[in-house]
């Protein structure tokens, strides 16, 4: 197992581009988390799914950001019409259904808006 | 939302123990948990705790938590230079699947 894995690492686009990241579980979780993090700050949670449900969204979530989780394994992020204050670290995790045991971060997506 | 709450910075030499402190308020926290995060990188678990208990030891990690007060610490025994970098500090109350972050403590360790 190779842990949680995030493509692109970086990220630079411009202020109205639509981006999309991507999120590869380990294999045996059943749920996946987003969270965001800015400069100087612990992660904020953003959405989860459990399998393929997406069960929660953050008030964070603006309409600009749709995840997805389509066959219950990798799940997609994407921003549209991105603005300057979306630049941050965009974080994946995963874990068991009974997250006690902990979630499992990637290494982060890193956007920034131009 | 419920406040986890960190000192900002610690800096302690090499060999010495170092200790990072948590306080939070949400009293149905049912998991408290420390991650280390290195710069440029995502966060990587160390270890955490559950509600129910008041100590847990692994290798050179300590933690303790005070549920009463909601104090939780983590001691680093042999701090080496390696182990510089942002630790935070998060539980996961009555959502069951939000974890709930502190700001982070920067530590650095001194030769």
């Known amino acids: 197992d190779t842990g949680v894995s995030q493509d692109p690492r970086h990220k630079i686009t411009k202020r109205g581009q639509n981006v999309t990241f991507r999120c590869d579980p380990i294999s045996e979780h059943n749920r996946l988390y987003w969270y965001r993090q800015t400069l100087g700050q612990g992660p904020e949670f953003l959405t989860y799914f459990q399998n393929e449900a997406q069960l929660e969204k953050s008030r964070l979530l603006s309409d600009r950001f749709s995840a997805e989780r389509p066959k219950g394994s990798f799940s997609t992020l994407e921003i549209q019409r991105t603005e300057q204050g979306d630049s941050a670290m965009y974080l994946c995790a995963s874990s068991f259904r009974d997250s006690g045991g902990g979630q499992f971060f990637g290494p982060g997506t890193r956007l920034t808006v131009l | ?111």
């Open chain 2, 1 to 111: 939302g419920e406040d986890v709450e960190q000192s900002l910075f610690l800096s302690v030499r090499e060999g010495d123990s170092s200790v990072i402190n948590c306080t939070y308020t949400d009293s149905s926290s049912t998991y408290l948990y420390w991650y280390k995060q290195e710069p440029g990188a995502g966060l990587q678990l160390l270890t955490y705790i559950f509600s129910n208990m008041d100590m847990k030891q692994d290798q050179r990690l300590t933690v303790l938590l005070n549920k009463k007060d909601k104090h939780l610490s983590l001691r680093i025994a042999d701090t080496q230079t390696g182990d510089s970098a942002i630790y935070f500090c998060a539980e996961i109350g009555d959502s069951g699947y939000a974890l709930n972050f502190g700001k982070g403590t920067s530590l650095l360790v001194t030769p």
